[in-house]
């Protein structure tokens, strides 16, 4: 890293260290405001850190210290790991000023700002990991750190289903990187990685292929694919605010981050094969993560499905570019890692700000069930501007920053007809075609998650009295302009992504890519091209223009106001209003064979005349990986925990027993 980038990132970590120290004391109010200032300052220079990462070139090496038992501590930060930093700083810089407002002194709080100040120590520790032994302590660190975060609100229902299903996931995931790294230390004899990146090309193809199926998969697990993800619909909604932010903002990016490093570092794009299974697993994830999320009624458990459905794209993106590289296209593979990577600080920021405007409505409303918000634009306004600059954000419309990078990924996965092989050719034509259909998804999933939560009538007592006073702001509308900056300023963010990518793949898109003083963008070719800025400043300009004529040329007579015809109806009720499960019914009935929903009808009464009474309607639908993957693996191991009961006798004889039994059979095996 560059001394500048080196020297904030020390700072930083020794800033966070003092915040989780802080937060002991977070009983009480002014220690709450400390650790969380100190924690958004840490944000801060990891941010302008990040940045220094991105437009250095040399990264350097800090020793923390050796032994004959663990091995060398090494901290060494390389530029692909810039831009996962800088959305750690952005991510940490809004929780910090908005955890003081959204939590109360207490007890608990205080163990949860500790172990969140930590984590943010241990994220950053996995970004600047120079070793294998560096990179698995800090992994395993980040899990346990974040485990916590979700376990706040230990007694309320739910809570330990989704901590142990975070914590076993990310165990699962944990042996399948270690058993990756043991590997690839075996076969290169060395644990460093810069090491390991030079002499992997020397392993033999079967041993490389193993080492990244182990790495997709148990990084995998962290990043939340389908089928690895059935965690975060479960561990975010019962976790605070501010920690599914952070769960959702940053760590599943880790898994990310892992993946990229495995894909791209330390074994490089080799075979066509990995990024085909990359690939797919990243179109499957955006298509049902959209999907599941259009069933769902709570806010947070709808924006934890559309967490899985963005990593797909990204991961998408990340397969094709590996395919790209494996084919000798390097400007390609290097254009999709580019757009992979500004998809991931893209999706941390306008999720980030999505999870935290969900505890706003949860603490203003008392709820997060779509079905009982409603008018929320009268009542919080600030939070519905921001929530809305992150619907349009995550929806892919112009001139967002979501839009500038889906749109940035179709210009690339278009390109699959350069590829020599005609099948893998169609294969990223249909992903491209995958998410075309995931986009469409999106922009109906969140019209209605806005459009119910935030207009129309309220639907419940909580959301009519809902107030705005006292609700956290500075941290959302920090996230808001972050969405703003990211598509406006996207050429300035392509030129410090192109020495990333440069640095990482050796490849220079520059020259190619920005064209008319860095503002005009098109895909690596002349295949297409639009600039963001002006794109902004036109729609800006469409919608201001006619306010500002209307302003001028209103009519000054006095106005009277009239009802308006509304069909006859003598009275317009919440109750008549849309709900959220009535706008997705279309979807789920067109992919009903996908959703196999229980459905159920409760009626007041079977009257012979037709007078029935109301009649309420009832679906659930279980993800079918639940259903058909976890569920009889879940059995499985409870027959086998059942089968190995009696050995637990509790007799010390028999204990003593196995160890004999144990050690016999390692010294037999040694032998031969």
């Not at 590997?183 to 079967?206: E, Q, Y």
């Not at 986009?439 to 909580?462: D, N």
């Not at 709900?579 to 009464?605: C, E, G, I, K």
Request: aromatic content about 10%.
């Amino acid at each position: 890293m560059t001394s500048l980038a080196a020297h904030l990132f020390w700072v930083a970590g020794a800033v966070w260290l003092a915040a989780a120290g802080l937060g002991l004391g977070a009983s009480r109010r002014g220690w709450l405001w400390a650790s969380a200032g100190l924690s958004g300052a840490g944000g801060a220079l990891v941010l302008v850190g990040g940045v220094c990462l991105a437009l250095g070139r040399n990264p350097t090496a800090a020793v923390i210290g050796a032994s004959d038992l663990v091995g060398r501590l090494d901290l060494r930060a390389t530029p692909l790991s810039a831009p996962f930093a800088v959305l750690l700083g952005l991510v940490a810089a809004a929780i910090g000023s908005y955890a003081p407002r959204y939590h109360r002194p207490a007890g608990g709080t205080a163990v949860y700002l500790c172990a969140y100040n930590l984590a943010l120590l241990a994220s950053l520790a996995v970004l600047v990991a120079g070793s294998v032994t560096t990179f698995l302590v800090a992994w395993e660190s980040m899990t346990l750190t974040a485990a916590l975060l979700v376990f706040r609100h230990r007694r309320q229902e739910g809570v330990a289903r989704g901590t142990f299903l975070f914590l076993a996931l990310g165990e699962a995931g944990f042996a399948m990187v270690v058993a990756a790294f043991v590997i690839l230390a075996t076969r290169t004899h060395s644990m460093d990685l810069v090491t390991m990146a030079a002499r992997a090309a020397s392993m033999g193809s079967g041993w490389r292929s193993a080492v990244f199926v182990l790495a997709l998969l148990g990084f995998g697990f962290k990043a939340g694919i389908v089928p690895l993800h059935i965690w975060l619909p479960s561990a975010h909604p019962v976790a605070p605010a501010d920690g599914s932010a952070f769960l959702s903002g940053l760590i599943i990016k880790l898994g990310v981050y892992g993946i990229a490093l495995f894909g791209f570092v330390l074994l490089g794009p080799d075979l066509a094969w990995w990024g085909v299974l990359t690939m797919a697993l990243g179109a499957v994830s955006a298509i049902f993560g959209i999907l599941w999320a259009l069933t769902e009624r709570d806010l947070k458990s709808f924006l934890a499905y559309s967490s899985i459905e963005n990593i797909g794209i990204i991961v998408t993106a990340l397969g094709a570019a590996m395919i790209f590289g494996a084919y000798h296209r390097p400007s390609l593979s290097g254009f999709l890692l580019l757009v992979g990577l500004y998809h991931v600080v893209n999706h941390g920021a306008y999720k980030t700000l999505l999870f935290l405007e969900a505890g706003v409505i949860e603490h203003a409303a008392g709820t997060r069930d779509l079905d009982r918000l409603g008018g929320l634009v009268h009542r919080l306004r600030a939070s519905s501007v921001s929530t809305l600059v992150a619907t349009l954000g995550i929806a892919a419309l112009p001139p967002l920053n979501g839009f500038v990078t889906e749109w940035l990924v179709f210009q690339g996965l278009f390109q699959g007809f350069r590829i020599p092989s005609h099948l893998v050719g169609i294969l990223i034509v249909a992903a491209a075609a995958c998410l075309g259909l995931t986009g469409g998804l999106a922009v109906v999933a969140f019209c209605r998650a806005y459009g119910i939560a935030f207009l129309g009538m309220p639907r419940s007592e909580g959301a009519a009295r809902a107030v705005e006073a006292g609700q956290p702001v500075f941290g959302p509308a920090l996230l808001a302009v972050a969405c703003g900056a990211l598509a406006v300023g996207a050429p300035a963010v392509l030129v410090g992504l192109d020495r990333v990518v440069r640095a990482t793949t050796g490849v220079e898109l520059r020259p190619t890519l920005l064209v008319g003083h860095l503002t005009v963008i098109p895909a690596h070719t002349d295949f297409a091209a639009f600039s963001p800025t002006y794109l902004a400043t036109f729609l800006v300009a469409v919608t201001v223009l006619p306010l500002l004529i209307y302003v001028a040329g209103r009519p000054r007579a006095p106005s009277r106001v009239v009802p308006v015809w509304d069909g006859g109806i003598l009275e317009f009720g919440p109750q008549m209003q849309y709900t959220a499960t009535t706008f997705a019914n279309p979807t789920r009935v067109t992919f009903d064979r996908v959703y196999r929903p229980d459905v159920h009808l409760d009626r007041a009464s079977d009257d012979p005349a037709g007078r029935s009474g109301p009649v309420h309607y009832h679906f659930h639908v279980t993800p079918v990986f639940e259903r058909y993957l976890y569920a009889p693996v879940a059995r499985a191991l409870r027959w086998l925990a059942g089968t190995l009961a009696p050995i637990q006798s509790g007799d010390v004889n028999l204990y003593l027993l196995y160890v004999f039994v144990v050690v016999l059979v390692a010294y037999l095996v040694s032998a031969v």
